[in-house]
């Protein structure tokens, strides 16, 4: 062989061993990246498991929250309610105990109006037998003097 063509296929060996080396770290950079890459995916499904978890934990505090918030209205209204049922039935009892108080004091004018009317009508009555007795000894004595005794 000629020294030229040595030095070509020297010059082309050496070519190759360089494209070859060049293939060789491109492989390996495209590795690293593509570990690269599913490291980041994973720590990216990681961070999305973390937030919906703290997410999921967040709604269930409000839940909880609502909840009692809720709990605590329904109870409130219950107690005003009841509080309301027993002033109504308190007032009730007020106006029932007046009503029969009035009722009573009613009874009693009732009663002194006949007392006194039945007074009133004894003193009629004896003031009528008063005048029947002068009227009678009026007439009497008329008789007397009529008759000339």
Request: aromatic content about 0%.
């Amino acid at each position: 062989m000629s020294l030229n063509k040595t030095l070509l296929v020297a010059a082309l060996a050496l070519g190759l061993a360089a494209c070859q080396n060049q293939a060789e770290q491109a492989a390996d950079a495209r590795q690293d990246a593509a570990e690269k890459i599913k490291d980041a995916a994973e720590a990216t499904k990681d961070a999305m498991k973390e937030s919906a978890e703290e997410a999921k934990e967040a709604m269930q505090d409000a839940a909880d929250k609502t909840g009692e918030a809720m709990d605590d209205a329904a109870d409130a209204t219950k107690e005003a309610m009841e509080d309301a049922k027993d002033s109504a039935s308190d007032m009730m009892d007020d106006a029932k105990d007046a009503a029969k108080d009035a009722m009573n004091e009613a009874g009693d004018a009732m009663d002194d109006a006949k007392d006194k009317a039945g007074e009133m009508m004894d003193d009629a009555k004896d003031a009528m037998d008063d005048a029947k007795d002068k009227v009678e000894e009026k007439v009497d004595e008329a008789k007397d003097a009529a008759s000339g005794d």
